[in-house]
């Protein structure tokens, strides 16, 4: 089989054992999603669960945590021990790239089968609404934490998102291209994803190639 980088989106997937609906079939529930959207407008994060019916995500509504400010950070612990899946947000204004902990956390934590983040981003046509989908095939995966040298990558690829996309706050579709080109073959297991918002659908739409 050729290397992995070099195979379709399908054979990867399947390689991987990635299920289409993985990538695919994100659809938030519309009230959930509206309640998700409201708290993108706050300058801290926000956490919590989705449960999934009739083929929708779903926020429990009794499980959703507000962060604290923590300096120039604003940090959301969630309630509970993890679930199969989990989301939070970035604040208004911070960076919209996922941090070295929010990747740790897929690779740490077996429970989780996804990890949603919301964030905006800055862009000409005004503000830019996306969602990173991260996810770890343990069927791949041996080691269950981020071990050096995948932690100096991580470091890395964030450092460069950083510095291409003005502090991390501008929407640059190279920059969320090479990025995850360069996490999902560098890191065993590791799948992220990122989706732009289209208000006029009230879906999310994978803006990248296949990597
Ligand atoms: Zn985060």
Redesign the pocket.
């Known amino acids: 089989m050729a290397p992995i980088d070099q195979l379709s989106e399908q054979q990867r997937r399947a390689a991987l054992g990635i299920p289409d609906s993985i990538l695919l079939d994100n659809k938030i529930y519309r009230a959930s999603l509206d309640t998700i959207l409201g708290y993108l407008e706050d300058t801290v994060?926000y956490c919590g669960f989705f449960y999934v019916q009739y083929g929708n995500y779903h926020i429990m509504r009794d499980q959703i945590t507000k962060g604290i400010h923590d300096g120039d950070r604003s940090q959301c612990t969630h309630k509970d021990f993890y679930r199969e899946y989990i989301w939070?947000t970035?604040r208004n204004g911070g960076k919209y790239y996922?941090?070295l902990?929010?990747i740790e956390k897929v690779i740490k934590h077996k429970s989780i089968e996804q990890s949603f983040?919301f964030v905006t981003s800055n862009a000409e046509s005004g503000k830019q609404i996306g969602m990173w989908v991260l996810h770890c095939n343990f069927d791949i995966r041996v080691q269950p934490a981020v071990v050096d040298p995948e932690i100096s990558l991580i470091n890395e690829e964030n450092k460069k998102f950083y510095e291409n996309t003005k502090g991390g706050t501008y929407f640059d579709v190279g920059a969320i291209q090479s990025y995850k080109d360069a996490l999902n073959s560098g890191i065993d297991g590791l799948r992220i994803d990122y989706y732009i918002y289209d208000s006029s659908t009230g879906t999310f739409v994978n803006c990248t190639e296949s990597s």
């Open positions: 994060e939070h970035h996922p941090s902990e929010d983040i």
